[in-house]
């Protein structure tokens, strides 16, 4: 009892610190020195673009969105965003309008601006949505707010949404919305408020009818209590785990939690059945617990055993899946491409993006 209260203290002090979305840049589920998270951070480290965007979406009536207002406060969520650690650059429809409009005037740089006039706005706007068909719609009335990110981390993620949210409510009108968010890395921190508030709900709802069915069966709480709180601990332990391992909560491992209170309660169930049973029978408390893991232990075990043996391996060994894309996959971490049977050659953007 004194050493399971001890790691129980030890664990939750620890899974204090458990975050909620990806911990680390590219894909976590590939190792650091994977193919695609060394061209990942390659082409991050070189260029401004990246494949992590976050966007903010401004609405306004049709063929608004090219007009002065609502065209200077998309400029003015971009610079916020800009001044936010981890976004590499931004792209509006301003930009897109200050480039024709200095083109306009044989590039002179004093016209790189956002002029007042609405004639000015309507030419250049036009020529952009030819230019830029992925910056406006076919009324002219929804733009997005690109904001590249160096990484998905659960803290970059954080920083950036909560930069849009006080802009948002700040600058929000009727005829001018910023609505959140898109992109991939948008959806991304949505789902990451999603599954924060879904953590310890999902967990009160696994314990609480794991109780109740338990209380049911057995008919006593003494019973209730032998089966849960190993749970508990163990549930306490994973999150520590999580914690010391670099692994944050996130769609893919939500559900690993409630799955071992699911597949521990098996084994109490098993255990404890045959362990009342015995009791019935008038075999005081240690013969009983004997008897039943001798009649149920070794089942348990090996069902264990097989659970764990198909886990343990994963460390040791690389997927065919990725061994695959290694194998066809071009590299650019060098500088250059690198593909099998193929010559080397000068590097381009979306070399390894295939």
């Not at 953590?199 to 209590?225: D, E, H, K, P, Q």
């Not at 060098?334 to 590097?347: D, E, F, L, N, V």
């Amino acid at each position: 009892m004194a050493v399971s209260a001890i790691l129980a203290v030890a664990g939750f002090v620890v899974s204090l610190n458990l975050k909620i979305g990806d911990l680390d840049p590219g894909a976590p589920e590939l190792r650091p020195n994977s193919r695609y998270n060394k061209d990942n951070n390659y082409i991050t480290s070189n260029y401004s673009l990246s494949s992590d965007q976050f966007a903010v979406i401004l609405k306004t009536p049709v063929e608004g969105a090219i007009k002065y207002a609502p065209l200077i406060e998309a400029d003015r969520l971009a610079l916020a965003l800009q001044q936010v650690p981890g976004v590499q650059t931004t792209v509006t429809m301003s930009d897109a309008i200050r480039m024709i409009t200095a083109g306009t005037y044989d590039g002179n740089p004093k016209w790189y601006t956002l002029n007042r006039s609405q004639e000015v706005l309507n030419y250049s706007g036009q020529q952009s949505c030819f230019d830029n068909p992925d910056l406006i719609n076919s009324t002219i009335s929804v733009t997005p707010v690109i904001a590249y990110l160096s990484d998905h981390k659960a803290e970059t993620l954080s920083r950036v949404l909560t930069v849009a949210e006080e802009f948002v409510k700040k600058h929000t009108t009727k005829d001018r919305q910023f609505m959140l968010a898109a992109g991939s890395s948008g959806i991304e921190a949505a789902t990451n408020i999603v599954v924060k508030s879904a953590n310890r709900t999902m967990l009160l709802y696994v314990y609480g009818a794991v109780i109740v069915l338990c209380f049911i069966t057995f008919r006593s709480w003494r019973a209730v209590l032998v089966a849960v709180l190993p749970l508990v601990l163990t549930s306490i332990l994973c999150e520590a785990l999580m914690v010391a391992l670099g692994i944050g909560v996130k769609v893919a491992t939500l559900p690993v939690i409630a799955l071992g209170v699911g597949i521990g309660i098996d084994y109490a169930l098993y255990l404890l059945s045959m362990q009342l049973k015995y009791q019935r029978e008038g075999l005081s408390l240690g013969e009983a617990y004997q008897k039943a893991v001798q009649f149920t232990g070794k089942v348990v075990g090996l069902v264990g055993i097989t659970l764990a043996g198909g886990v343990i391996t994963w460390p040791c060994r690389r997927s065919n899946s990725r061994q695959i894309w290694e194998s066809s996959s071009p590299s650019c971490s060098s500088g250059t491409c690198s593909a099998p049977s193929s010559s080397s050659q000068p590097c381009r953007t979306s070399c390894s993006i295939r």
